[in-house]
Structure formats: C-alpha cells, structure tokens
C-alpha cells in the first residue's frame, strides 16, 4: 500500500524525497524506482521530509517507528506532519498525536479503505481524523491518493470508523464463504448461486470481490486472513469496551483465527471459504 501511495504521488508531481521499510530490499528497490533515498533509519526519513506516511501493521509497530527514545520519527521533528494510515486502535492514534505534539509536531489520521490497485491509482476511500487546521494542510496531498475523501472528526475516530468498515466486511465475508460452501455442499450450480445472490437481498460489495475467488480458491493476498483477524479483534473489543455484545463480530474473529492457527493467514480475506467448502483442508480440520 505503501509502495503504490508513493507511486502515485510521484506521478502526481510531488517529491518522494525518502523511503524505509522492515524489509529493507523492497524499500531499496522503490528507493531506485522512484530516485529516492532509501533510509536505513527511522531518524533520516524524518530529517528527509516535511510529510511523512506511515503505513505499518499493527499497534506495536506504529508506537515502534514513534518511539520516544532511540532511533524514531520523533528525532528532529520539530515542524513535521505525520499521516498515519494504519489500521490500529483509536487509542494508539491518540498516543501517536501525545507523542508527536510532544516533539512539536503534528500528525493526523488518514485510515484507508480499498486495496493495492486503488492506492496505486489513487482512488482510495480515506477517512481522518485529528485536528482539523492539520487535515486542511494535507488536503491537497490526501486529494491526490482519494477518490474520497472524509474527516470525521478527533483523532482516534476515525480509526473507530474504519474498524467498524473492516467489522462489516469480514462479517459479510464469512457469511459468503459459508452461503457457497453450504451450497457446494448441497450440489448447487455456484456460478448461478452467485448470480442469484447478486440480484437479490444476498447482494454485497464482498460477493463482487470475492465471490468468485472463493469457488476457485484463488487467494491472492489484497488484505491477509491474519490482517482480518487483527482488524475484527479490534472492533470486536470496542464493542466491549462499551459493553455491548457483538456475537457476529465474536464469531467472524474466532474464523479468522483459526486461519491463523491453521497458518492460512497469509491467504488473502476469501481465504475464509477453505473453513467453510467441503473437501478442503480448513474444513476438514474445523
């Protein structure tokens, strides 16, 4: 995702002045593709530019590259912008902007929806949060990589949207595995099952993503098992933190860790279907 929003601002115009990643060959390779620097560490990015993206994985490894002691993005970040586009807990964006402000910086939220080839042609669905006199000094950046583009308000929620749009999906991705897998089950035609659901109340935006990848087990990873995982613990837990019972969403986080567990998680989200179509390895061990 990152990679491609990099690509894209190039092709707009803009100086992609500097790279990093974990791995460092991919950010070598991009580094070169873009005639960028490529940044051993966290501390270079900062000094090499004014707005900085984070794209990273999970909690750990958003307050990791803001580390307030160490190599960090916080070195020397007097007067930058950071644009944090991970899907992490409300909470951790709000530490993020205690942190940056506390090295006189600023930083705001920009969670993304879509995929791989969206953010390579800048038709992401972006949704952000944070203070809103930052929001606006980005906007044309943030215009660039988005077809659509949402502030929603303080920082943190729109990190609660976003887990709610992902709550959704994976929840209507399970339910597809299970509807095709039940019919495969029963001997059914799925091409005209998947006709049928599209034109009826079984209709999703997940039946057009995947539908026909689930019947022809064609799992190339857009968005992982284990990032649905991550992703549905997230919003299954604020639904606790505000004590409401969300037994969909409970069972929608226990498929996806079992995918996990059974080391499926590098599949892509349709993976779910090899739980749920008879025949296949996950179902024969669920």
Request: proline residues 2%; negative net charge; glycine residues 10%.
């Amino acid at each position: 995702m990152g990679a491609n929003m990099a690509r894209r601002l190039k092709d707009c115009g803009y100086t992609v002045s500097v790279v990093s990643d974990v791995h460092a060959p991919s950010a070598e390779g991009l580094a070169t593709e873009l005639r960028a620097k490529h940044a051993t560490t966290l501390a270079e990015v900062t000094a090499a530019a004014d707005v900085i993206f984070t794209v990273v994985t999970d909690d750990a490894a958003q307050l990791g590259v803001f580390a307030e002691s160490g190599d960090s993005l916080l070195v020397g970040a007097q007067g930058k912008i950071f644009v944090n586009c991970a899907t992490i807990t409300p909470s951790t964006h709000v530490e993020v902007e205690r942190r940056a402000k506390a090295a006189g910086a600023s930083s705001i939220e920009a969670c993304m929806a879509s995929s791989i080839p969206q953010a390579r042609n800048g038709t992401l669905y972006l949704m952000c949060g944070g203070d809103a006199a930052v929001f606006e000094r980005v906007k044309p950046i943030l215009e660039k990589l988005s077809a659509a583009l949402r502030f929603v308000g303080p920082t943190g929620s729109a990190a609660k949207v976003k887990a709610l749009v992902n709550m959704v999906m994976n929840m209507n991705t399970a339910a597809l595995a299970e509807g095709l897998g039940l019919g495969a089950a029963l001997g059914l035609d799925l091409e005209m099952l998947r006709e049928v659901f599209a034109q009826t109340g079984a209709n999703s935006q997940v039946l057009k993503t995947d539908g026909e990848d689930m019947q022809n087990r064609a799992h190339d990873c857009y968005f992982s098992a284990a990032h649905a995982a991550k992703d549905s613990t997230i919003a299954w837990r604020l639904g606790q933190d505000v004590g409401l019972t969300l037994p969909l969403a409970e069972a929608t986080k226990r498929q996806y860790d079992r995918m996990v567990e059974l080391g499926l998680g590098h599949l892509d989200k349709s993976g779910i279907a090899e739980l749920t179509f008879p025949g296949r390895e996950g179902a024969a061990r669920s």
